[in-house]
């Protein structure tokens, strides 16, 4: 119900470093499409205006130099009482006014700006990139209105002769040469000494001493055996200050101890030798390494034990790491606060000074000073509370009864409340702050579900008392396997009484693969970074795995296979990299959690399982590894040996030798297929869209294919393996067989091409009987013809030829699929403004989709692969306005408004519902204002994604404003905001310009390398396919700080658009002819 409250929410001034931003190409989106130009008797830029939903005003040049860059102010939001209003938008400064950042210039203006004369018409590319209907001005007009347009030299001088020219330019580029020179050169190059040798030194006091480290991985001569932390955080202040005791013990003769600390005041620190008296010691600090150290007079000697003592103070972090501060609202609009920790991958040090690697496994002691209202969690359980004074508790938590590493310490202070349940001698506990206690069940009785199982499944218990479980307010990652102690975003935990099988699968998912973690990461530990896919390959596969098991009515079997056509098309590319590689940066590890990591690393593993002989062989290897390695850290090959060594059968393959060619090279295999009568010739080479002679010759994979044929399709006993270890192999078949389809239900991690005559067979048999093969393998085969175009291999037309039997098509996997790949398609000709065949596009679509669309059913779904179904289809109805679509979606949203809470919409539908919505501004401004009340997560969520579908400008902006400065919608969610509001023309533009504008604060709530970081500049770049994107995109990461340009998310933006390019260069012309 929503509440009759007085909300005085209102589009916020924005901060002054927020007020200089008007974005470079949305300033031509929202004032260049004609807003600040036209005149009472020029046009009015329709197209444009259709384009973002705006309405453009008549005013005269001097009025329009003063305004605001937002020119429309929205109507009131129709709360129910009436007494919801927004204010007006900020009117700028005049500097303000004025900025135009260059690069978007380039995007919007620089496609032919500086070449058009006084005479000429103005900005044409970028008229026909914008889709903007240019108005034929005077030079009078387009000096005083607009600040795009390119103002005439003064003509009252007779231009300089050509020599003088040159002279004049040669003298200025010496003088500033020298200039430039003589101010960077420091002042003791001039000194009679000159400038001493720049060493790592590190400030502290007056005395300034070599850091005795400089490599990024620590020494391993001391190794930390306990930590005892004592922190005391103050929410009022946000600060907190902290007592570290760290136990140790030498492993070779050293004079240093170096180990972690970030951004922490160390007040006081003491050094102890066995069972000596302690003494004071001096801490150095290397800040860029984020390490510290200390200096000892007397070499330490191996197999001594010492203690390291460290009082500091420092700041809650504002971020989403480390240990930072959150809030919510309660029930009764009072703003809670409360804190917690994000340590994956290094931010421990952020909290408490230590040996922040994952090999540096120890045992934790930790103690919470809290005020008596909050409640503190911690890995373990809490031993006592002692009474510090009236208003201060200490709470004391068993000591850790497992070494673990420090990215999985946790603690949370705040207010909050649980459900809980016995399992297996485990105490398993769902917290949520206390309004949403009521959406804890599901995830209780899940997470019961498989605690049980993956004990029975591994043969190892779970090895702490506890299991908790908390949905922290504000979280940046997904959620995070902190051992017992499990830290969630909201939405990936909470799950309302409403809510569709959908969103209990995501749930679900992200329950599963946390806990699957508390073997695979927490009991069994990478040793380092570059072997992450142990821990996130290995927690991907199980969440699939053992939901299909215990929750088959989940359907986790057609997520799965989306997520393997996912981690393909991103392992294609040549910016890839191995699954186990080496990292040496902080902002390479931030990159190693991606797509190659978790998707590829459980797709590989599939694979693998499939392979082999039985189904024994890879859970008992794995069970080997488990108990061989518990407590300890490992590498890739530990894995490998492990499952070669459990044989069960003599024709199982040398797991090890198969599998090293799957995780220490990048990419994957294309298997191309020829035949000749009864021979099959199979032949294997990298699949690459960018090519690489390097990776071309020398990659070779053990391939275990797959392979069914007319015959016998569908069952698992149909299937046939063969093993292509070498460049070629062949196979005989009856010659009576019509056609092969490799890579039975599509469980290899590869690509598989049949060439002209393979191809014409399968699209023969499946207009014949589509039903020959498994959902899976008719999905597999839209992936890899779509994938293949994009290599050149095979033409649009045989794409075509194969998507013929869709109109008969009624499974989920392949209708998604084929849409997912048409609509990427339908997005990057509406980006490049080819109106022509994105109308043509709309039509093949909606023809051969049509009688799908309609008969999808708006009332509630129990079928999730149903639900999957109906939601990809109505969404692409909607999105290319067929007018039945936007009917019922805008009939159930006025329905849903007018029923005061009563009426729900199916939550597989609310997205679809809402995006309708948002196209009007009435109800845009109604969504808004739901959003605010809303108190069910995954219903917020769909509402962001609504608001953000929006087509106005004004509104795009604003959005991603809020959204950035965490008003009224949550930072968290800014990648999601970017992800849709990118699946529009206009938004696109602006989306990228904002990237530019705000990358500071970008980079500053978002880690550089982070997955949510790869997550908006994929967003934002992975539609464009013009040159003039690839320059402007190449131009600003070669241009900002922290080596932008070498970032593999930047390198994989660049690669990306130069293959839309390439695609489009290369099927335009067909598309113009078969469509």
């Not at 001698?425 to 498989?450: E, F, G, I, R």
């Not at 990652?477 to 102690?485: H, P």
């Not at 009688?851 to 692409?876: G, I």
């Not at 199916?906 to 959003?931: C, H, I, K, N």
Request: with cysteine; aromatic share 10%.
């Amino acid at each position: 119900m929503w509440k009759d409250l007085t909300l005085d929410l209102t589009f916020p001034a924005l901060d002054p470093d927020d007020a200089v931003y008007e974005p470079r190409s949305s300033r031509l989106l929202v004032r260049g499409l004609g807003e600040n130009d036209v005149d009472d008797d020029e046009e009015d830029c329709e197209s444009s205006a259709r384009l973002l939903g705006m309405s453009f005003m008549n005013r005269s040049a001097t009025q329009r130099s003063s305004a605001s860059p937002y020119v429309r102010q929205p109507p009131p939001i129709p709360a129910n009482d009436g007494a919801l209003r927004f204010q007006t938008f900020p009117a700028l400064d005049p500097d303000d006014a004025v900025y135009e950042p260059r690069s978007s210039r380039l995007l919007v203006r620089g496609l032919g700006e500086n070449d058009v004369d006084d005479e000429e018409e103005d900005c044409e590319s970028s008229a026909r990139l914008l889709g903007m209907s240019f108005m034929n001005r005077s030079a009078t007009q387009r000096s005083s209105a607009s600040p795009y347009v390119r103002q005439p030299p003064p003509r009252s001088c007779s231009p300089p002769s050509a020599r003088t020219m040159i002279v004049c330019v040669l003298f200025l580029v010496i003088v500033a040469s020298m200039t430039m020179v003589l101010y960077f050169l420091p002042g003791c190059i001039f000194s009679k000494t000159g400038c001493p040798k720049q060493e790592n030194k590190t400030s502290n006091g007056t005395d300034d001493e070599l850091f005795p480290w400089a490599q990024y991985q620590l020494p391993r001569s001391i190794r930390p055996l306990s930590y005892d932390l004592t922190l005391s955080p103050n929410l009022s202040t946000m600060t907190f200050s902290g007592h570290t005791v760290i136990n140790m013990f030498v492993l070779h003769n050293t004079k240093r101890i170096v180990l972690h600390s970030a951004h922490l005041n160390i007040t006081k620190a003491a050094f102890k030798l066995g069972d000596g008296e302690p003494s004071d010691v001096t801490i150095l600090e290397n800040k860029p390494m984020e390490q510290i150290a200390v200096k000892l007079s007397a070499e330490l000697k191996a197999g001594q034990h010492c203690v390291l003592t460290l009082d500091y103070s420092a700041s809650l972090s504002h971020t989403y790491n480390g240990f930072y501060n959150s809030s919510y609202i309660d029930l009764e609009g009072n703003k809670r606060v409360l804190a917690a920790t994000q340590f994956e991958p290094f931010y421990a040090r952020k909290a408490f000074p230590c040996f922040d690697e994952p090999s540096f496994k120890a045992t934790f002691l930790v103690k919470i000073n809290r005020k008596p209202e909050h409640m503190a969690l911690s890995n373990m359980p809490k031993a006592k509370t002692t009474h510090l004074s009236s208003d201060l508790l200490q709470d004391e938590f068993a000591k850790a009864s497992v070494n673990m590493s420090t990215y999985l310490v946790a603690f949370v202070i705040g207010n909050f409340a649980a459900v809980s349940k016995n399992v297996s001698d485990t105490l398993v506990s769902v917290y949520s702050v206390p309004q949403k206690k009521d959406h804890t069940k599901y995830a209780l009785d899940t997470a019961a579900k498989l605690l049980e199982f993956y004990n029975d499944f591994f043969e190892i218990d779970y090895p702490l008392q506890k299991l908790d479980l908390i949905a922290i307010p504000d979280f940046l990652a997904g959620a995070m396997e902190n051992w017992g102690l499990l830290t969630f975003r909201e939405s990936n935990l909470l799950v309302g009484e409403h809510s569709s099988l959908v969103e209990k699968q995501d749930v679900a998912s992200v329950i599963a693969h946390e806990l699957a973690h508390q073997w695979f990461g927490n009991y069994v530990t990478m040793s380092w970074w570059s072997d992450l896919w142990l821990n996130e390959g290995f927690a991907t596969y199980m969440q699939f795995i053992s939901l299909q098991i215990l929750l088959p009515q989940l359907d986790m079997g057609n997520l799965f296979l989306e997520v393997r056509f996912r981690a393909l098309d991103q392992d294609a590319l040549n910016s890839t990299h191995a699954v186990s590689t080496g990292v040496n940066t902080s902002e390479q590890v931030q990159e190693m959690f991606d797509s190659v990591s978790y998707k590829k690393g459980a797709s590989i593993l599939l694979m693998l399982n499939a392979s082999l002989p039985g189904d024994q062989q890879f859970r008992k290897g794995i069970i080997q590894y488990l108990k061989q390695f518990s407590g300890l850290n490992t590498d890739t090959d530990d894995l490998w040996n492990s499952l070669t060594e459990v044989e069960v059968s003599s024709q199982s393959p040398n797991v090890s030798e198969m599998m090293r060619s799957w995780t220490f090279q990048k990419g994957f295999p294309l298997v191309t297929v020829s035949r000749k009568g009864d021979e099959v010739t199979l032949k294997q080479e990298i699949f690459q869209l960018t090519v690489d002679s390097s990776t071309y010759s020398s990659s070779l994979w053990t391939i275990p294919v797959t392979y069914v044929n007319d015959s016998c399709g569908l069952a698992p006993e149909c299937r046939q393996v063969f093993m292509l270890k070498t460049k070629s192999g062949t196979l005989k078949v009856p010659e009576t067989v019509k056609w092969l389809k490799l890579n039975y239900r599509s469980t290899g991690f590869y690509i598989v091409d049949y060439g002209n005559e393979g191809w014409a067979a399968l699209a023969d048999a499946l207009s014949n009987d589509f039903q020959a093969l498994t959902q899976e393998d008719r999905a597999s085969l839209i992936h890899d013809i779509f994938a293949l175009s994009k290599l050149g291999r095979v033409s649009f037309r045989q794409v075509l030829s194969l998507l013929n039997y869709m109109t008969n098509e009624t499974e989920a996997s392949p209708i998604r699929e084929a849409l997912l790949q048409l609509n990427h398609i339908y997005q990057m000709l509406h980006k490049r403004y080819e109106q022509g065949l994105c109308a043509r596009m709309k039509r093949y679509i909606l023809n051969q989709y049509g009688a799908l669309m309609d008969n999808q059913t708006w009332d509630m779904e129990e079928s999730v692969s149903k639900q999957y179904l109906r939601f990809a289809l109505l969404e692409t109805a909607c999105d290319l306005g067929q007018d039945k679509c936007k009917q019922h979606a805008e009939s159930m949203f006025k329905q849903y408004v007018e029923s005061n809470g009563t009426f729900q919409i199916p939550g597989d539908l609310q997205r679809v519902v809402f995006r309708v919505a948002a196209q009007s501004t009435e109800d845009w401004e109604t969504l808004l204002t739901m959003y605010h009340y809303a108190t069910y997560d995954t219903e917020k969520k769909n509402m962001i994604q609504g608001l953000a579908s929006t087509q106005d400008a004004q509104k795009i902006v604003w959005l991603l404003n809020v959204c950035l400065n965490g008003k009224i919608i949550k930072a968290q969610y800014l990648p999601l905001l970017f992800r849709t509001i990118c699946q529009n023309f206009a938004g696109n533009l602006i989306a990228w310009d904002f990237v530019q504008v705000n990358w500071n604060q970008i980079t500053q709530t978002f880690p550089i390398g982070s997955f949510s970081f790869q997550s908006i500049i994929n967003a934002v770049t992975f539609q464009f396919s013009a040159e003039s994107h690839f320059n402007q995109v190449q131009w600003f990461f070669s241009s900002v700080r922290e080596s932008g340009s070498q970032l593999r998310s930047a390198r994989e933006a660049l690669e990306t658009i130069r293959l839309n390019q390439r695609w489009m260069e290369r099927n335009l012309p067909s598309l113009r002819k078969w469509l």
